[in-house]
């Protein structure tokens, strides 16, 4: 079975810092990897999506991720937060064959950003 | 951009009564789901709906709960008797792909309806 693991529960940033977001997952075949943001009061966005390809993966607001598959890990990263980061961070991962309908969502990171 | 529409936003009833979460997926999309999201837990898949039928379910969703397109527009999550556990926040979803994610569809969210069963 798939699973997504976020180890972060709660990270606390200043403006202009640099964020990683640890995402690990449990998989055996072939991934499809998303971060997804949640802003207070809003909706889920996609922020951004790995399929196949360059492992190095660039969404919006200046966010990347990595895809490592030795390490079954997808990490967030941005070099210089912003306030407006503040939000919750989602994890997912879908797995082809007969869960190819559905995604997998981790447990969510929330980051606040002390202006 | 054209967006997923959840109504209501914020649902109140009573433990035992039926509640219709109702959901309008973007236009040219074939898949359709049904997410939750418990307080201060992970957002949890419940069911995926294409060409009319349910392709896959959780085992959130047994038999109270069930899922409709009752025309070309709308996609409703019917909870029949609702329990105090049922009490979240319920995401629809749709993609366009009839793959879903797997075919590099990615989902779009509507905002959700926080259900809250007293």
């Known amino acids: 079975a798939q699973s997504v693991s976020q180890h972060n529960h709660h990270v606390i940033l200043s403006e202009a810092a640099s964020l990683e977001l640890g995402c690990n997952y449990s998989?055996?075949?072939?991934?499809?990897l998303f971060w997804y943001v949640q802003y207070p009061g809003q909706h889920l966005q996609l922020l951004l999506k790995y399929f196949s390809g360059d492992p190095l993966v660039k969404g919006i607001k200046g966010f990347e991720a990595e895809f490592i598959k030795s390490k079954f890990s997808f990490n967030l990263r941005k070099p210089s937060v912003q306030w407006s980061d503040t939000a919750e961070y989602f994890c997912a991962v879908n797995g082809g064959g007969s869960s190819a309908s559905k995604i997998i969502f981790g447990s969510g990171t929330r980051l606040s950003i002390r202006p | 951009e054209p967006e997923v529409t959840q109504t209501p936003s914020h649902q109140v009833t009573q433990m035992g009564q039926e509640v219709i979460l109702r959901c309008v997926p973007i236009s040219n999309h074939l898949y359709f789901y049904w997410y939750r999201q418990i307080l201060g837990q992970k957002v949890e898949f419940l069911v995926s709906f294409y060409n009319n039928e349910i392709s896959e379910k959780s085992e959130i969703f047994d038999d109270q709960f069930s899922v409709e397109r009752p025309d070309g527009s709308n996609f409703t999550l019917k909870i029949r008797s609702t329990k105090l556990e049922d009490s979240a926040m319920y995401f629809c979803?749709?993609?366009?792909?009839?793959?879903?994610?797997?075919?590099?569809?990615?989902?779009?969210f509507g905002n959700g309806t926080r259900l809250t069963v007293t």
């Open positions: 979803a749709s993609s366009e792909s009839y793959r879903g994610p797997a075919n590099n569809s990615p989902l779009h």
């Open positions: 998989y055996g075949g072939t991934v499809n």
